[in-house]
């Protein structure tokens, strides 16, 4: 079982980006998914979850407004866009999947993929 986040870059303040978390070696059409992104010296941070049929987002409030999570079950794939990225949206972006709580926000996931690294210049 394997997730892979890809998509990271550089982007100039003010630009946007997508990333990608495509899933394999199981289908994750009923898990709820997330984001997380961790920055140097920082905690790890919760970004934004997506519930199975994608009926029901969640944001952390630095990017509410500013990322849209979406996913694609027929693809095993799950989106994050970017937009009106700031310098502090700099982080490695972890994609997750199957959290052990209802609390998407602060539950202990059992599926990670490796990073992909966003780096916005100001």
């Known amino acids: 079982v394997q997730l892979q986040a890809y998509g990271g870059g550089l982007v100039q303040a003010g630009g946007s980006l997508r990333l990608s978390c495509a899933a394999s070696?199981?289908?994750?059409?009923?898990?709820?998914m997330g984001w997380f992104r961790q920055a140097p010296g920082k905690d790890h941070e919760f970004v934004a979850a997506?519930?199975?049929?994608?009926?029901?987002?969640y944001y952390g409030d630095s990017v509410k407004g500013r990322f849209t999570i979406s996913r694609d079950n027929a693809k095993n794939t799950m989106y994050l866009q970017m937009n009106s990225l700031k310098p502090e949206d700099t982080a490695v972006y972890y994609c997750?999947?199957?959290?052990?709580?209802?609390?998407?926000?602060?539950?202990?996931?059992?599926?990670w993929g490796q990073g992909t690294l966003v780096t916005v210049s100001s």
């Open positions: 070696g199981r289908t994750f059409s009923s898990s709820v």
């Open positions: 997750a999947a199957d959290p052990n709580s209802p609390d998407y926000y602060r539950a202990e996931y059992d599926y």
């Open positions: 997506i519930t199975w049929s994608g009926s029901s987002t």
